[in-house]
C-alpha cells in the first residue's frame, strides 16, 4: 500500500514537472519570438532614420551648391501683403503660370533641419509603437485568463 502511494506520487510528481517544463518551454519560445520581432523592428527603424538622414543629407547638399532652390507659392490675388506679382507669367521659367519666389538659402537650410526633425520624430514615433505592440502583444500572449 505503502509503496503502490509512493510510486503513484513520484508519477503525479513526473507529470507536474513534465506539465512544468512545457510551459517553460512554450514562454521561452514566445519570448524569443517577441525579442526577434523587436530585433526586426529596431533593424527597420534604423533602416528607415539613416535613410532619412542620408535624404536630408542630400537635399542640403543640392541646397548649397544651388543644384536646387526653394521656393514658396505666392498668393498673386492677396493686396494685403503689398507684394506685386505680375499678372502674367513671364518668360523666366515659371512653373506652370504660378508665382513663386525663392527663399533665401539659409532660410531654406533651416527649413530642411526643421523638416528633418520632424521625419527623425515620425520614425521615432513609429518605432515606439512597434516596441509597445510588440511587448503588449507578449503580455497579451503569456496572460492566462481562467
Known sequence: ??????????ADLAA???VASAQARAEQDKRLATEQQLAAS??????????????QALLRDRLATADVRLSVLLDAT???SGCSVPATPGA?????AAHR??????????IIAITEDGDNAVIALRA???YVRAIWQMS???TDYP
Do not use: Y
Open 78 to 80: 492677396d493686396t494685403a
Open 16 to 18: 507536474i514537472g513534465n
Open 128 to 130: 515606439c509603437q512597434a
Open 92 to 96: 523666366v521659367g515659371v512653373v506652370h
Open 101 to 110: 519666389a525663392q527663399l533665401d538659402p539659409a532660410h531654406a537650410q533651416r
Open 140 to 142: 497579451v500572449m503569456t
Open 1 to 10: 500500500m505503502v509503496a503502490e502511494q509512493g510510486a503513484q506520487f513520484r
Open 42 to 55: 529596431d533593424q527597420q527603424h534604423t533602416k528607415e532614420l539613416s535613410d532619412a538622414q542620408r535624404n
